[in-house]
């Protein structure tokens, strides 16, 4: 499904979502466990860098644990509160990928975070408008019957 989203290069980060989510859930122990899991999914698919997305996911989901709140889940997954959460820890996750990734080689860091990590992130949170948009539909169903 990944291709057909991309849009000039660049992809959204789906996983990243799918950790926020999860962190505001479950909680920051969950979100960083996931996050780690999918992380080190990524780094053995891609064969790149072994090690990195792990710890970029891992970040992010603590980050988007902080955000934990049992009493206002529903109202935190169905608002744009979600959406400030998956900016933040996907603007997180890719500014350390970046910074790791690009020691040591030829490309600029703050290039990189501007071109990829900062429209990655944008796309990101836009394609986090449909979670919220679901738990938004079924809190409005929920209060009508």
């Given at each position: 499904?990944?291709?057909?989203?991309?849009?000039?290069?660049?992809?959204?980060?789906?996983?990243?979502?799918?950790?926020?989510?999860?962190?505001?859930?479950?909680?920051?122990?969950?979100?960083?466990?996931?996050g780690f899991l999918a992380g080190l999914s990524?780094?053995?698919?891609?064969?790149?860098?072994?090690?990195?997305?792990?710890?970029?996911?891992?970040?992010?989901?603590?980050?988007?644990?902080?955000?934990?709140?049992?009493?206002?889940?529903?109202?935190?997954?169905?608002?744009?509160?979600?959406?400030?959460?998956?900016?933040?820890?996907?603007?997180?996750?890719?500014?350390?990928?970046?910074?790791?990734?690009?020691?040591?080689?030829?490309?600029?860091?703050?290039?990189?975070?501007?071109?990829?990590?900062?429209t990655t992130t944008l796309y990101t949170t836009?394609?986090?408008?449909f979670p919220v948009m679901i738990v938004a539909?079924?809190?409005?169903?929920?209060?009508?019957?």
């Open positions: 499904m990944i291709p057909y989203l991309t849009i000039a290069g660049i992809a959204p980060d789906v996983l990243a979502v799918w950790v926020a989510y999860l962190a505001i859930k479950e909680g920051q122990l969950t979100g960083t466990a996931w990524i780094d053995f698919v891609s064969g790149n860098f072994i090690g990195l997305s792990a710890l970029t996911k891992t970040i992010g989901g603590f980050t988007a644990g902080y955000f934990f709140e049992e009493s206002r889940l529903k109202v935190t997954l169905g608002s744009y509160r979600f959406l400030l959460v998956v900016f933040l820890s996907s603007f997180i996750q890719h500014f350390v990928y970046f910074i790791v990734f690009t020691r040591g080689s030829e490309i600029d860091v703050v290039t990189a975070i501007v071109e990829y990590g900062v836009l394609i986090s408008l539909r079924r809190s409005a169903t929920v209060h009508v019957e």
